[in-house]
């Protein structure tokens, strides 16, 4: 039962974040702006994940769980009612920003949390990140359907996050204690000097920038041949969870998780760029997935505990970081050439391989 509410929360948080990739165009065409402009979207939500999750990294412990917990559901609230309401492509990139800045109080609160359980499991953490991606092709055309405009899916959201908002203003929480969370200026430089920190975190980046990249643009990139482009989403988040829920397994079967699905993803995302069809796009899903929890699972258990929340804040943080970077680079590259674009994941992958083979930390 400690696991299901951090789940609960990540998986609203995903229906959220994972609505933009598949909504670009439709922004895109009632806006009527380019393919770089429209980059700009997702680039300001992930500016405010990396400032929130910074910010929540370091002073968790004085907010405590449930306060930083309900100033991101009122982020939300408020980010998701801007985008359902304004008919302005700048006023949805500040209510997107407002968004970015609810998630990090939702992701680094709720993964401290799980931390706390005495039986964490990170693969079902994360793996209930990937059902809200499953799902939110599908809310996207509910909305559309019923309402008349794809943007009153973030009037859902809106309501969805006021009903968890009361539910998290009666539940009780764990009080976290200074050694987690209290940290000077010095004790942040002594974390980021920390090796197993920073290899870590390293790691993560690299990887989140792969995924938040690929995902971002693949519903530019696909051609709708065989299936269309929100079925295709939903099949990549259902191979994507699937595999998260089998982390534990996976790892026990497979000596070198990392270095073997950095190989493959390589190839399937190099296939999906060169034809262009959907099927490579929801078969990389089953590999990306179980790599971040599988990461973040052996980080935790070596990194120093004052430094538990610290990692959890940057881990977020610079992940959004290096994700807004990586996708606004491809979409800049994309409108020139979509087979180029190619060329930003395969490096970042061949990166990781070489990371984990010069520091044998994780394989």
Not at 51 to 56: A, H, K, L, M, R
Request: charged residues 10%; glycine residues 8%; aromatic residues 16%.
């Amino acid at each position: 039962m400690e696991n299901l509410y951090p789940m609960l929360v990540i998986f609203s948080y995903s229906l959220v974040l994972n609505s933009m990739p598949p909504l670009l165009s439709s922004f895109r065409e009632l806006f009527n702006i380019s393919i770089a402009l429209s980059s700009f979207l997702p680039f300001f939500s992930l500016a405010g994940t990396v400032i929130s999750n910074i910010f929540t990294g370091i002073f968790l412990n004085k907010l405590g769980i449930k306060r930083a917990l309900l100033t991101g559901y009122f982020l939300t609230i408020v980010g998701a009612l801007i985008v359902a309401f304004s008919g302005n492509y700048l006023l949805s990139i500040l209510g997107l920003f407002i968004f970015g800045l609810s998630t990090g109080f939702g992701f680094t609160g709720s993964t401290t949390l799980l931390s706390q359980a005495k039986n964490p499991n990170f693969g079902f953490y994360h793996g209930a990140y990937g059902i809200g991606g499953i799902l939110a092709p599908f809310c996207i055309s509910w909305a559309a359907k019923n309402f008349g405009d794809f943007r009153n899916v973030y009037l859902m959201y809106a309501i969805m996050f006021l009903l968890l908002t009361l539910y998290t203003v009666i539940k009780t929480f764990p009080i976290l204690q200074n050694s987690l969370g209290g940290f000077s200026l010095k004790g942040i430089s002594n974390a980021f000097r920390d090796t197993h920190f920073s290899t870590f975190l390293l790691l993560l980046i690299l990887y989140s920038s792969v995924e938040i990249g690929v995902i971002t643009w693949a519903g530019i990139v696909m051609k709708n041949v065989i299936i269309s482009s929100y079925v295709a989403y939903a099949l990549f988040w259902l191979a994507f969870t699937l595999s998260r829920f089998f982390t534990d397994f996976l790892e026990k079967v497979m000596s070198s998780l990392l270095r073997t699905n950095a190989i493959i993803l390589g190839f399937t995302v190099f296939l999906f760029f060169w034809l262009r069809n959907p099927l490579f796009f929801a078969l990389s899903g089953f590999f990306f997935g179980p790599l971040f929890p599988y990461m973040q699972k052996n980080a935790l258990g070596k990194i120093k505990k004052e430094h538990l929340t610290l990692f959890n804040g940057a881990t977020y943080a610079f992940t959004s970081l290096g994700g807004s970077v990586v996708s606004m680079l491809m979409g800049m590259i994309i409108e020139r050439n979509i087979f180029l674009a190619l060329i930003v994941p395969l490096v970042i992958l061949t990166s990781m391989e070489l990371i984990s083979l010069k520091t044998g930390k994780i394989k």
